[in-house]
């Protein structure tokens, strides 16, 4: 509450202020009769958040208010208190705005309490919109008044981080949203999450000492430690100690599994997490250990793969809980399609109220790819709020990605009041960014989103790819009518040269399907290559237009990366001019028949024809390339008559997170009689495999020779075995492969 003023001097003061029975008129006219007030030991936070007040009421009424501590108060002027000057108790994120006796309160149990209700004032009192940096909506107002307020508010979600670099390069704007500058605050950097290898690199203790890593079918492997071995326990609790005496104002650390899920099945561990029901039953009793050893720090953990399945032993209260959606269906909320997770939440908030989510909101193969979830992010949301998680990471892109800012915007509104109105919120953002535009890309949000659910069985998965949807919401009917939106959106813009940039930039993700659809040959329109009356054969210049207008839209937006694996857009753009080139050879092998004399597996529907049906592979193995795990691949292509020959080109794909490795060797072999076979030539991984190989990257095996008369092509490609460096040490490692071109 504000100081007490002698009755005949606040009588006096009020005469000078603006007001009415019904509210307060702050501004008219460019000027003011107010003045805002702060305490006198305000932090440099509460100077801020008091300047940022000024700073819009000058901008919406031309009115400069000076900003004054308590202790030089005008008392001919009304007042706006910006922090709280009284003895009012709040909670630390609590927020207060109030009308009290001519005078406005913006006030919050923290600085950064308060600073939440200054834009909160702005936002829902002032109609001020913030929708990406330098997009911002603030009304000129002749006349700034309010009607009387009494507005209180607790955010249920106290930390809220979009993974999202229009927050963490505009800090800003950040504020503004209510959302964190980084992903991890308060943790100790470079341990963040899968640190077991961080704090036990296996270049420094496997070899001497492989009791201390996973058992795994017999044998000792990096890929995780083993948790019941007490010197790991303190040689883990040695490495956090120094890691916090580096760091001493962090308070967070994570003791966590890498990467994979090869976890340590040793007769002691194994025997605990029989008796615990589940192998997070070594890592709590791992981690509390750790945990009673920092009683002043927080020890997070994750509840991730084959831990998320919570066991019978209670987490240390200082012990926070990190659990991850990974694997969840994103086409629908959690709560209807993946249940399990729903479950093991409810489990978790059994067994502690210290839980934090870790939630995903893109596909992380293809950051540009439509993904129709939008609509998903409330219901999710509501799930983890209602199970008593205070602290949401949505981890969307960092990099510019599919309706980047409209993803960030909603889903930074949504961690703060999950319970506005969504449909609201998307046509505040799609008309208030896009403006004229703005109609018909709603309208294409909607579509999406309507068309997927008219596809029950449809799995909307992080690590997918758009081919998958070619039959559902992205078929070609769909493609078109998506596509004329935009060009409605454009035409809308036309004469608005920024915010066409924008719509620009939202139609990415359409145009990214086109191209792969046309990549895939999906039908004579969404082709790489069309034939004129007279069959010749040139580039679809509606392939050559989009990816032009594609590439270059991304270079003038800073957009560097296609997907997480590091896959760029130069990368991109040089894969698919390769892809125009390959398309334009001619090609004896094409619609051949192919054997495969070894077992592919589940990817291209296990269908050898891939390889020769003119549909080329990008950077994710869920687009047209055949895959073998764990074998050599082994085909023939039967070119149906005898052909004279002098090369052979194939293409193979390398996504090293994923397991999938380019083959160790390639071998083409000539035949005439599909009996005898002539080796044509062995090529040999000119990049074999290293920890700091390519993660994603696609490779041609070309070979040329002597011309050669043949009737069959044998190509043998030799599997790399997983390294026992890898994550996935003990697993088998993949071979995937696309279009032969023989010539």
Known sequence: MKKQIPLIVFLFGLCMVSCSDNGLTLAQNGKSNYEIVIPANASEQGNKSAQNLQHYLQKMSGAELDVVGEDKQNIKKGKIYVGNLGTENLLPHEIRIKTENNDLFIYGGSDAATQNAVYEFLETYLDCKWYAPGAESIPFLKTVAIDDIDHSYIPEITTRTVHSRLFYENHEFADQQKVTYEAFPYYVPGARVHTFHRFMPEETFYKANPEYYALRDGKRLPTQLCLTNETVLEIVKDSVAAHFKRNPNTSVISVSQDDNQQHCQCDNCSKIDTEEDSPAGTMIHFVNNVANAFPEKTISTLAYQYTRKPPKVRPASNVLITLCSIECDRSAPIAEKCKDFADDLVGWGKLTDNIRIWDYTTQFTNFLSPFPNIQTLQPNIHLFRDNNAKWIFEQHSNNPSELFELRSYITAKLLWNPDLDFDALLTEFTTGYYHEAGPFIKQYVDLIHSKIKEDPDFFLFLYGDPSEAFSSYLNPDLLEEYSKLFNQAEKAVANKPDVLERVGMARLGVDYAVLEACRKNLTENFSLMTVDANSKQSINPMVASLLDNFINTARKNNITLMNEMGFTINEYASNYMSALKIAQKPNKAKGKKVVSLTKPKKYANEDPMVLTDSALGGSSFY????????????????????????????????????????????????STDNVNFTKLGNLKNPSPLNKKSKVNDIHYFDLKFEPTDVNYIKVMAKNTETPYWHHAAGLPSWVFADEIIIN
Do not use: K, R
Request: glycine share 8%.
């Open 623 to 670: 687009a047209n390339w055949l895959g073998y795990e764990g074998n050599d691949m082994e085909v023939v292509i039967d070119l149906g008559e005898t052909q004279n020959i002098s090369s052979i080109s194939m293409a193979f794909l390398q996504v090293t997170n994923h397991v999938v490795f380019f083959p160790s060797s390639v071998a083409y072999y000539g």
